[in-house]
Nanobody
Framework: VQLQACGGGLVQAGGSLRLSCAAS????????MGWFRQAPGKEREFVAA????????YYADSVKGRFTISRDNAKNTVYLQMNNLKPDDTAVYYC?????????????????WGQGTLVTVSS
């Protein structure tokens, strides 16, 4: 599976962005998909994840109610809608794929990673 993330950019606090991650390769719907982020000087952290069918979603407490993860299996794409952005959301955002639904909040369990897209939120 090859992943290509895009959609990052510069936005003011309170604004919105939608990230996309396009997948190629094996059957996309087999995979749990996750979004992680890494701010300068910090460890990579879990943001959100979604099951293969899209029926189950998971969020970090810090983004719950502001971010929405979704997927379109016909387009082999997963999305992260980010609303009410805060300066603390500034980071490089990565999409990732894994074949099972265990420990989905842990980066170590994801097999495939995209290249990352930078989100900068100004105050």
């Amino acid at each position: 599976v090859q992943l290509q993330a895009c959609g990052g950019g510069l936005v003011q606090a309170g604004g919105s962005l939608r990230l996309s991650c396009a997948a190629s390769g094996r059957t996309f719907s087999w995979y749990f998909m996750g979004w992680f982020r890494q701010a300068p000087g910090k460890e990579r952290e879990f943001v959100a994840a979604i099951s293969g069918s899209g029926s189950s979603t998971y969020y970090a407490d810090s983004v719950k109610g502001r971010f929405t993860i979704s997927r379109d299996n016909a387009k082999n794409t997963v999305y992260l809608q980010m609303n009410n952005l805060k300066p603390d959301d500034t980071a490089v955002y990565y999409c990732a794929a894994r074949s099972d639904g265990s420990s989905i909040r842990r980066a170590a369990g994801y097999t495939y990673w995209g290249q990352g897209t930078l989100v900068t939120v100004s105050s």
